[in-house]
């Protein structure tokens, strides 16, 4: 081969876009390595989570759905390309951005600025629904100055989800979308590996997930979205977000396997996909014999539940007796094992 | 050779350079030489001169490498484009550092 031919074609693939090969690249996408420009990322990125909701057949024309919104990066975007695609494709969806507000002071209260200003940018209906209402006068901070800076996470993540499915509830809503991405899912997929939790392993890949105690199904359109591009996009996209991380949050485990998630990207950028895909094809035989679970309703709140009092319930009797309540669901949590507490309820986080 | 350039954080990064959202500098190659710098000299220099926070491995880890989890854009492209720590930085260049490693 003459250097000639070589010369005059490799200028144009590593100077100009990869598909459109017109205009300058602006980033390396880390799902295919194609160096791509703004405008063909803004569409292969929109794109790309068009066919997720649509092989999923995520939503119905007429549905109203709850946008579980944070005002952090990944639920703002979600906002802002799930109203582009509701006008591009015409879903005939209605979308209202659902927020929770914990009462953390320095995060939450900032992070709900956001959100409310979210609103107006998007026009989408907000409503908030807060610990203190829900939840005996109770604010994160409250319970924090109670119990410590221990198993507070426990709390929030129970206090979350019923929160999440209440304000939807009193919408009228009966779905939930929320900001999870694909980095977050590669995430489960190695803790429940390495927990052994084969249980969830089964399922914490799936797009829609409905939990036997909650009337509300969540769905996560943003589960093959990598943070990386979702960042790119809030950034290119100049959307407003919020950054912060929650006081009261180092969560350990999951910033280990995180840490490892980010490295193993850094090598190889496809391993995020090729982990959700791995746990997508987990099949795990099925135990013969399993009753099915029960539901009926809290005694206290009359909130669904499989259990004779729900889970949001027995935490806060502990509060309100004024001690920190470990034993939550009966004899299946032993007060010592934080831990096993821990990995119990953190799938129930938001 | 002093090159000029501006150095922004977002993303959380910021509470680790006193809040700061963007600074301007003028920076020196790390070998005194007459080469312009490069993006682990100004890694380097961040994590000497500027950074007051104690917890250096929110950005950097082994050393000056930049912890994955945290995008830099040069110019507004990727610096996976150019070259990342060993692009030669121009004068007037805007470098940005973002992290990933928050809450969404």
Redesign the interface.
């Known amino acids: 081969m003459s250097g000639r031919s070589t010369e005059s074609i490799r200028p144009l693939s590593s100077a100009t876009c990869e598909l459109c090969h017109i205009r ?5 996408r880390p799902k295919t390595g194609q ?1 791509i420009c703004q405008p063909c990322f803004f569409h292969v990125f929109e794109t790309e989570i068009h066919n997720t909701i649509t092989s999923a057949n995520l939503f119905f024309r007429g549905e109203r759905v709850a946008i579980g919104a ?1 005002g ?4 703002t975007v979600l906002a802002h390309v799930l109203k582009v695609l509701n006008e591009r494709y015409d879903y005939g969806v209605g979308f209202v951005l659902l927020s929770i507000d914990e009462g953390i002071k320095g995060y939450r209260d900032d992070s709900l600025k956001t959100v409310k200003r979210n609103k107006d940018q998007y026009a989408m209906p907000l409503e908030i629904v807060s610990y203190k209402e829900l939840y005996d006068d109770w604010s994160m901070d409250d319970i924090v100055a109670q119990i410590g800076n221990r198993n507070n996470c426990t709390y929030c993540g129970v206090f979350r989800r019923q929160a999440l499915d209440r304000g939807a509830q009193k919408l009228g809503i009966k779905h939930v979308v929320t ?3 694909a980095d ?1 899912m590669a995430e489960t997929v190695l803790m429940n590996l390495l927990r052994g939790d084969t249980a969830r392993l089964d399922r914490c890949t799936e797009i829609v997930t409905q939990s036997t105690d909650s009337p509300v199904k969540r769905s996560k359109p943003l589960k093959y979205a990598y ?2 591009e ?3 996009y809030a ?2 996209k100049k959307l407003d977000y919020f ?4 006081v009261y ?1 180092p969560e350990a485990f999951r910033g280990t396997a ?2 490892l998630i ?2 193993l ?2 090598v190889r950028p496809s391993a995020i996909i090729d982990i959700i895909r791995s746990g997508e094809t987990f099949t795990l035989e099925r135990k013969r014999g399993t009753v099915a679970t029960k539901l009926g309703t809290c005694e206290r709140c009359g909130y669904i539940s499989s259990n004779r009092i729900c889970k949001a319930c027995v935490l806060l009797e502990g509060l309100n007796a004024g001690r920190a309540a470990v034993q939550v669901n009966g004899s299946e949590y032993e007060p010592h094992e934080g831990a096993a507490l821990h990995k119990r309820l953190e799938h129930l986080s938001f | 050779m002093a090159v000029p350039l501006t150095v922004e954080f ?3 990064l910021e ?1 680790l350079f006193n809040n700061e959202r963007s600074i301007n500098l003028s920076l020196e190659s790390r070998d005194g030489s007459e080469n312009s710098p490069t993006i682990t000299d100004l890694v380097v220099y961040l994590c000497e001169k500027v950074m007051m926070d104690k917890r250096r491995e929110l950005f950097v880890i082994d050393g000056y490498h930049v ?3 945290v ?1 830099v ?1 040069i110019n ?3 610096w ?2 150019v070259g990342e720590e060993n692009y030669v930085i121009q004068p007037g260049d805007e470098i940005l550092f ?7």
Do not use: F, M, Q
Request: with cysteine.
């Open positions: 300058k690249p602006s980033l390396r160096k944070s952090g990066k990944d639920s900001g999870h991405n977050d943070e990386k979702i960042v790119l950034h290119y950054s912060t991380e929650c949050s995180r840490a980010k490295n990207e850094t | 977002s993303g959380g509470a912890r994955p989890g995008l854009l507004d492209a990727d996976e484009l973002a992290s990933t490693l928050h809450g969404g």
